[in-house]
């Protein structure tokens, strides 16, 4: 039971591939549900007969339900594995899904605020996981390229929930017409969403046969006496490089939730109309960060320099949010697109860096866990940007509000610097080895 027999059984599987391929199918159906009404927002609120307020609190209501459940389903995780959590997040995401179905005629809106309140107890379930998955099924070589893939079907939902509803659900004025457009995109993620979680039933699998890496033999050869989960909330909120990250962490990503979920009414100010644009802006914003994504998922792999390149890309995400800033209301629709593709591949592609460097950081401590802080400090930053810069906009303009994010991504630049980088997982990795 010593460390050179957990370094015999390391082995990969090939299964690993199908797993992280079919939790990124279902994390990209949850991203969709997500921002599907925020994509467009100014018609659903039409169709509802409600306030564009009420509209974002349908994407916020992700961010809250988080807060508070964080801790029972990582508890949950550690306690009873990948498989149960991934079973419970995609029936969750399916029956959000058919629960919107019941919402179909302008009355209905609690209804849909139902649906959608049950896709949000989804994420929760799905949020956390790309480093798990990634650590317990791939290798030390390609860990970090692994957790962008996972991330990337959480983005790549995103993009689709910019593109898609706005092609689907055109802005007309006729209630009848509206409802059965609306149907039609209900139906579709509704039928996805069962087939996924038919598949998940089928396929995913709690481990695979061996350990994929020394420093994972390390964790599962370890007595399950010894591990309590409360001691391992305490050691991270101890571990004060992991604290800097958890708050820069929230800062960025709050303000690309609050971002995601504004960006229909800020292009609409500027550009009456053009809610197909809006979108596809959107979906600029995220596919050019999934790019971001796996290219530094890549180079991690390849490079270990967790703190160099995180604060280059949060750097380089405070430069496009000034970018995107100044050049919204210039009255040209090619360069919105521009600037909000070179925003996007920074800011979007910080996702799993985050990840991946709260893991380094806080070896041996489970992914779960600290990938469920950083999300929570996401959530309640995002919540408070998305009122914070609603408000502002509504009473000094979009430029003022964007200003706000970009104050807050600079303060979150500044505090990265002060992250040390004390790579736990490769220097257990490394130990191993050598013994």
């Not at 790549?156 to 059965?180: H, M, Q, R, S, T």
């Amino acid at each position: 039971g010593g460390v050179g027999d957990a370094a015999a059984e390391v082995r990969l599987s090939r299964l690993r591939w199908v797993v992280l391929l079919l939790f990124s199918s279902y994390s990209l159906c949850n991203a969709f549900q997500w921002i599907q009404y925020g994509s467009i927002n100014n018609v659903f609120a039409s169709f509802y007969d409600v306030s564009t307020f009420a509209i974002d609190w349908l994407s916020m209501s992700y961010m809250l339900i988080y807060i508070p459940l964080l801790f029972p389903v990582a508890w949950l995780l550690d306690k009873r594995g990948l498989r149960l959590i991934a079973l419970a997040g995609s029936a969750l995401n399916a029956m959000g899904a058919w629960v919107k179905l019941g919402s179909l005629k302008p009355h209905l809106f609690p209804v849909t605020v139902l649906g959608q309140v049950i896709c949000g107890l989804a994420q929760v379930f799905i949020l956390g996981m790309p480093s798990r998955i990634a650590s317990v099924w791939f290798g030390s070589h390609e860990v970090s390229t692994a957790c962008s893939i996972a991330v990337f079907g959480n983005q790549l939902g995103i993009a689709a929930g910019f593109l898609v509803p706005p092609v689907l659900i055109p802005n007309v004025k006729d209630v009848e017409k509206l409802a059965y457009h609306i149907s039609i995109m209900f139906f579709m993620t509704a039928g996805v969403a069962s087939a996924l979680f038919i598949l998940v039933i089928i396929v995913f699998k709690e481990k695979p046969p061996n350990p994929p890496s020394q420093a994972q033999a390390l964790i599962q050869s370890r007595p399950t006496a010894e591990y309590s989960y409360v001691q391992s909330i305490l050691r991270l909120l101890r571990n004060a490089n992991f604290l800097l990250l958890m708050v820069t962490y929230g800062l960025n990503v709050g303000c690309f939730y609050s971002l995601s979920t504004l960006l229909n009414r800020m292009v609409i100010l500027h550009y009456h109309g053009e809610e197909v644009n809006a979108g596809r802006i959107g979906l600029t914003i995220i596919l050019s960060g999934m790019a971001g994504a796996l290219i530094s998922g890549i180079w991690l792999d390849k490079t270990k320099t967790y703190k160099q390149t995180t604060l280059l890309v949060y750097i380089m995400s405070l430069v496009g949010m000034i970018v995107y800033t100044f050049t919204l209301s210039l009255g040209h629709l090619w360069v919105v697109f521009v600037t909000a593709g070179l925003l996007g591949f920074f800011m979007t592609g910080y996702l799993p860096l985050g990840f991946e460097f709260a893991a380094e950081l806080t070896y041996p401590e489970s992914e779960g866990t600290s990938s469920g802080l950083l999300n929570v400090s996401a959530q309640i930053f995002g919540i408070a940007f998305t009122i914070g810069q609603g408000q502002i906009m509504d009473r000094f303009g979009t430029k003022a509000g964007n200003l706000l994010l970009c104050s807050i991504l600079f303060l979150g630049t500044v505090m990265t610097a002060f992250i040390k980088a004390d790579l736990r997982r490769q220097q257990a990795n490394l130990e191993s080895e050598q013994t």
